[in-house]
């Protein structure tokens, strides 16, 4: 059963936003509540449908996640002490340090702040209008789904409808 979208929005996605401070947060707010619409069905599943790397509800692999800490945020401390901020102790690795991999899965600020990172990295200009749901598709299928990517514009737009509502 997916998570209640306004519960979503409201709960997560825009405190999360807030506490990032990052330009753009009204379309931003959009394009990641389309995310989790389109790559979980918010929150149908946590886990990569087929056996893949993919986690949480916006469907990040690890990899990514580790690509934006070493090529990205590990060169900007105060973003990443926000981000870094949104972890939980548990899952904690063995050395007791937060278990970032898991946390993809079990904390849906964290998540949605990587995925929010994820878009920020990006190297065009985010959509200027937050309710253009081609725009917004189109940029999650270049920034975050990529060409090569299974994933189409029109499911996203499709998911996005069902989810969140036109």
């Not at 790559?39 to 599943?45: A, K, P, R």
């Not at 253009?132 to 029109?154: F, R």
Request: negative net charge; contains cysteine.
């Amino acid at each position: 059963m997916p998570i209640d979208a306004t519960q979503l929005r409201t709960l997560v996605v825009q405190p999360v936003l807030a506490a990032l401070d990052l330009p753009s947060s009204n379309v931003a707010e959009n394009l990641i509540m389309g995310t989790a619409a389109h790559e979980s069905h918010l929150g149908d599943y946590i886990k990569q449908v087929g056996g893949g790397p993919a986690l949480g509800i916006f469907q990040m692999e690890p990899a990514t996640l580790h690509d934006c800490y070493e090529n990205f945020l590990d060169y900007r401390s105060d973003l990443k002490a926000k981000v870094d901020g949104f972890l939980a102790p548990q899952p904690a690795q063995a050395d007791g340090t937060p278990d970032k991999d898991a946390q993809l899965a079990t904390n849906l600020a964290y998540a949605a702040a990587l995925c929010r990172i994820r878009y920020y990295r990006a190297p065009a200009a985010m959509p200027s209008d937050p309710n253009d749901v081609n725009g917004l598709a189109a940029y999650w299928k270049q920034y975050y789904n990529t060409p090569q990517g299974a994933g189409t514009v029109e499911q996203f737009v499709a998911d996005y409808n069902t989810y969140l509502g036109s």
